[in-house]
């Protein structure tokens, strides 16, 4: 492998055809409806109805929008409730962790700005809009350090026992045109940048679909 290797948008799009719900990950699917029971949260929480909710995912490299049940607990004591929180689920967002990194990672990675981006799929071109970007970018920037973190994490138990180091034989030196262009948080989105170069370079090295790796390094 050359010592400058970097996966290409080609690489990345069939190592992401499909979101972490295609491939199971812990949800059942019922007439039509993905639902995703979860674990108790602990003694004394019982079971709550459900939480429902639409979501876009990828299937065979498509964005589909598919209904979400997330089982809901209750706790009798103190009459607290919770959810389970399925591990590609981003927060209130419509859209799975997938999307959203394939979203960011050509515009953190490019040479042009967010609205002349190149998406790694046209399938991708016209979901999520400029400013829904913009706050992802923000809302994981603030913890890009936790994200690298748990990546990496998540590809040292995979690469045991050789060290993870050799998926990486050029290193993790951000693209020049990052350091060109005029960012809020300059820190945090080179962090992140190289957090999403490790995670692709990972699966693709691995032979891994990139929902699988992201739901790994989001247990941690």
């Not at 399938?123 to 809009?129: E, P, T, Y």
């Not at 706050?135 to 040292?156: D, M, N, P, T, V």
């Amino acid at each position: 492998m050359p010592s400058d290797w970097r996966p290409t948008d080609e690489q990345i799009a069939e190592a992401s055809r499909n979101s972490l719900a295609v491939l199971s990950g812990g949800y059942v699917e019922r007439d039509g409806v993905l639902e995703f029971p979860g674990k108790r949260p602990g003694p004394g929480w019982h079971i709550h109805g459900w939480l429902e909710r639409w979501l876009w995912l990828l299937v065979e490299g498509l964005p589909v929008r598919r209904r979400l049940r997330k089982r809901r607990w209750l706790q009798v004591s103190t009459g607290s409730t919770c959810h389970s929180r399925p591990p590609d689920d981003w927060g209130p967002g419509y859209f799975c962790w997938l999307i959203v990194i394939l979203k960011l990672w050509p515009w953190l990675n490019g040479d042009a700005g967010l609205h002349n981006v190149a998406q790694v799929s046209h399938a991708l071109d016209d979901h999520a809009c400029t400013r829904t970007v913009q706050r992802w970018l923000r809302k994981l920037g603030a913890r890009a350090l936790e994200i690298q973190q748990a990546i990496r994490s998540a590809l040292i138990e995979r690469c045991e026992p050789r060290p993870v180091e050799h998926l990486f034989p050029g290193g993790l030196s951000p693209p020049e045109s990052l350091a060109r262009r005029r960012w809020r948080e300059p820190d945090s989105v080179t962090t992140l940048h190289r957090a999403l170069t490790m995670l692709f370079v990972g699966v693709i090295e691995l032979d891994l679909p990139t929902a699988v790796l992201l739901a790994e390094a989001r247990g941690r």
